[in-house]
C-alpha cells in the first residue's frame, strides 16, 4: 500500500465550478499536509500549508485536514480556466526529513 | 529574485555517458532534495541533502549520485548505470531546524535518450 494514494483524474469542470481535491494516507505520524499546483513542464508550485488537523483559507482555495480519517481536501472555489494543472498533495511526520507526495490529479477548467 | 535555479531545461543522453543535472538556489535554504517525476508515478526522491557535505540515499538511488560542497549547489549526476533515465528531474530546497517549513521546487530538467 502506498503511503499516500491520490486519484488521478482526469477532473474536468466548467468555469466558476467549486472542485474538491482528495488525498488518503495511511501513516498517523504524518502532521504536516501541502497542496502544489504544477503546470505542464513546470515545477510544483506551494499553494496551501497546514499544520494538523483543520481548515486553511486562502483566497480561492481552502485545505481541509481530518486526521482521524487519513484525508485532506482541497476545494477550489469559483474555478478558473487558469487553474487548470496538476494538483499534488504531500505530507511528512513532525520530526521527517523526506517528503511523501500523491501521484496528482490533473485538473482542466473548461471556460 | 530568490528562487531555485535548474539548468539545463531540456538534456540528451547518449548511451555510456554520465550527464550531470544542476541545482543552484539562492534562498539560504540548508536542505536540498531530488525526485524523479514519471507520468502516472508521482515524485520519487533520488538524494537528500540537510547539509553541506552530507547525503542520504532516497528511495531510488541506484545509478545516480550527487554532491553538496557547497549550500547553494546539489548537482546530480545520471551515470551509464541508471538503464531508464528518461524523466522530468525535479529539484527542492527548504528550511530545516525549527522552522518546519515546505519544500520549494525550481522548475526541472527533462532528460531524455538519444
Known amino acids: 500500500q502506498k503511503e499516500v494514494e491520490q486519484d488521478p483524474g482526469p477532473l474536468s469542470v466548467p468555469e466558476g465550478a467549486i472542485v474538491s481535491l482528495n488525498c488518503t494516507y495511511s501513516?498517523?505520524?504524518?502532521?504536516?499536509f501541502m497542496w502544489y499546483r504544477q503546470y505542464s513542464r513546470k515545477g510544483p508550485e506551494l499553494l496551501m500549508y497546514?499544520?494538523?488537523?483543520g481548515n486553511k483559507e486562502d483566497g480561492r482555495f481552502t485545505a481541509q485536514v481530518d486526521k482521524s480519517s487519513k484525508y485532506i481536501s482541497l476545494f477550489i472555489r469559483d474555478s478558473q480556466p487558469s487553474d487548470s494543472a496538476t494538483y499534488l498533495c504531500?505530507?511528512?511526520?513532525?520530526?521527517?526529513?523526506?517528503?511523501?507526495f500523491g501521484t496528482g490529479t490533473s485538473l482542466t477548467v473548461i471556460p | 529574485d530568490g528562487g531555485i535555479t535548474q539548468s539545463p531545461k531540456y538534456l540528451f543522453r547518449k548511451e555510456g555517458q554520465n550527464v550531470t543535472l544542476s541545482c543552484e538556489q539562492n534562498?539560504?535554504?540548508?536542505?536540498m532534495y531530488w525526485y524523479r517525476q514519471d507520468p502516472g508515478q508521482g515524485l520519487r526522491l533520488i538524494y537528500y541533502?540537510?547539509?553541506?557535505?552530507?547525503?542520504q540515499k532516497g528511495d531510488i538511488a541506484e545509478g545516480y549520485s550527487v554532491s553538496r560542497e557547497k549550500k547553494e549547489s546539489f548537482p546530480l549526476t545520471v551515470t551509464s548505470a541508471q538503464k531508464n533515465p528518461t524523466a522530468f528531474y525535479l529539484c527542492?530546497?527548504?528550511?530545516?531546524?525549527?522552522?518546519?517549513?515546505?519544500?520549494?521546487f525550481g522548475d526541472g530538467t527533462r532528460l531524455s535518450i538519444l
Open positions: 527542492a530546497s527548504r528550511l530545516t531546524g525549527g522552522y518546519n517549513q515546505p519544500q520549494h
Open positions: 501513516n498517523s505520524a504524518f502532521q504536516y
Open positions: 497546514t499544520y494538523s488537523s
Open positions: 504531500a505530507m511528512r511526520t513532525n520530526t521527517g526529513n523526506q517528503f511523501y
Open positions: 534562498l539560504n535554504h540548508d536542505a
Open positions: 541533502s540537510q547539509i553541506v557535505n552530507d547525503f
